[in-house]
């Protein structure tokens, strides 16, 4: 299939997706990558999903700020942590939080740059201090997948497959690197320029999220399916895709596996990559990227977007 085999199928002006929604056609596409180093991308051939609906952005704070007026929802950093999740902690280190990033120092251990930091959660990505005023069209940040799945079920919604996520993310184009072609762009997306974790000279505007849309969008209308934040699908993760070769609708495996976090939580996949991803380190801002995320934590860099299943 070439670059643009299945780009010219969609029609979005007899669309029956609600406003925000783009509309996906059915088609057959191979998932996955086997041109990177990362043994996890394997890909699978041969892969249909039916169509669908998706939003056109990542869910904002705004957006998430109705949910919480409407429903009085609490997100998972917001509550104390459970002596049952966790006996051995004493009392004072129960208090809600989240995992923050700070710019890393030099000498300092792999993920010294990731910070547990009491009083951060989606209305305060940095700590007790910090607030989402004037940043009510960027994307919520600090979502665990529970968080996620009520809002989705508040919306009549649902959170992508990896296989549709990563469909509608290549936006009709079939085997390029990047949303827009295979060549990396500084200016395509929100991502990390300078050297990761050290330094970051924003060529892009930004040095954490950025509003969303600020970017071009995708073949489908779709925006910052590259970068900004990372994004949950509903996928447990498992290195490659054998499970989803010649299948339909493929939903991934039936158990979580990743060999780099040897745990018993079940982790989910998730896709897109973040303004945290750079060259040097990561480099995960491509669509057959993933990397796995444990459904009880929020970060500063993951988010979500959702899909309205047509059939």
């Given at each position: ?74 997100t998972v950093a917001e509550r ?172 991934g495996p039936k158990q979580s ?55």
């Open positions: 299939m070439n670059s643009t085999a299945f780009a010219a199928t969609i029609d979005t002006t007899q669309s029956n997706c609600p406003q925000e929604m783009a509309l996906i056609p059915e088609g057959s596409f191979k998932i996955g990558s086997d041109n990177s180093s990362f043994v996890e991308e394997q890909s699978a051939e041969n892969v249909t999903v039916t169509s669908f609906c998706i939003d056109k952005y990542e869910v904002t704070n705004a957006q998430f700020t109705q949910f919480v007026q409407a429903t009085g929802y609490v104390p942590l459970s002596k049952e999740e966790f006996p051995d902690l004493p009392d004072e280190q129960r208090s809600p939080g989240s995992l923050v990033f700070q710019i890393a120092k030099p000498g300092e251990s792999f993920l010294s740059w990731w910070h547990w930091t009491t009083g951060a959660n989606w209305q305060h990505p940095f700590g007790p201090d910090s607030a989402i005023a004037a940043k009510e069209n960027h994307p919520v940040v600090h979502i665990a997948y529970e968080d996620a799945a009520a809002y989705a079920k508040w919306a009549g919604k649902s959170l992508p497959t990896e296989a549709q996520w990563e469909y509608a993310a290549r936006g009709g184009l079939d085997n390029t690197t990047y949303i827009w072609g295979n060549q990396y762009s500084e200016k395509k997306a929100n991502t990390w320029q300078g050297i990761f974790p050290f330094f970051n000279i924003t060529s892009d505007g930004y040095l954490g999220t950025a509003p969303v849309g600020s970017f071009e969008p995708n073949g489908y209308g779709l925006y910052d399916m590259a970068g900004n934040v990372w994004e949950l699908t509903i996928d447990w993760f498992a290195l490659g895709h054998n499970s989803k070769t010649h299948s339909m609708n493929p939903t596996f990743d060999p780099n976090k040897p745990t018993e939580i079940a982790l989910h996949v998730i896709k897109g990559g973040s303004y945290l991803c750079a060259p040097n380190y990561c480099s995960r801002y491509r669509p057959a990227a993933r990397e796995s995320q444990a459904p009880d934590t929020g970060t500063t860099h993951i988010g979500f977007r959702l899909v309205k299943n047509l059939k």
